[in-house]
């Protein structure tokens, strides 16, 4: 099993940035494909975005598109998630994820809170 550990949440005003950092350790090979997902308070968790570490590919939501970017360093066993032009409607505990495939994500973090004051 892959072992994931956030960090980087916190306070931001509405417009502001910031970039979560997702570490993995284990079994790394079993984290072909890491995610973002984040849980609002009362919500439902959604799917934020994703990286696949072989090709670089990343997608994401609709509601993130052309604010937040998902970015990893291999050597570091670490992806990113670059988030700018934060909205209140950003406020969430946001999660990494990792599997061996899309959709298919067996491994979880603790969660990091990002509070976005309007």
């Known amino acids: 099993q892959v072992q994931l550990v956030e960090s980087g949440g916190g306070l931001v005003q509405a417009g502001g940035s910031l970039r979560l950092s997702c570490a993995a350790s284990g079994r790394t090979l079993e984290s072909a494909v890491m995610g973002w997902f984040r849980q609002a308070p009362g919500k439902e968790r959604e799917f934020v975005g994703r990286l696949i570490w072989s090709t670089g590919y990343t997608n994401y939501a609709e509601p993130v598109k052309g604010r937040f970017t998902i970015s990893g360093d291999n050597a570091k066993n670490t992806v990113y998630l670059q988030m700018n032009s934060l909205i209140a409607e950003d406020t969430a505990v946001y999660y990494c994820?990792?599997?061996?495939?899309?959709?298919?994500?067996?491994?979880w973090g603790q969660g990091t809170q990002v509070t976005v004051s309007s």
């Open positions: 994820a990792a599997g061996p495939r899309w959709g298919d994500y067996q491994s």
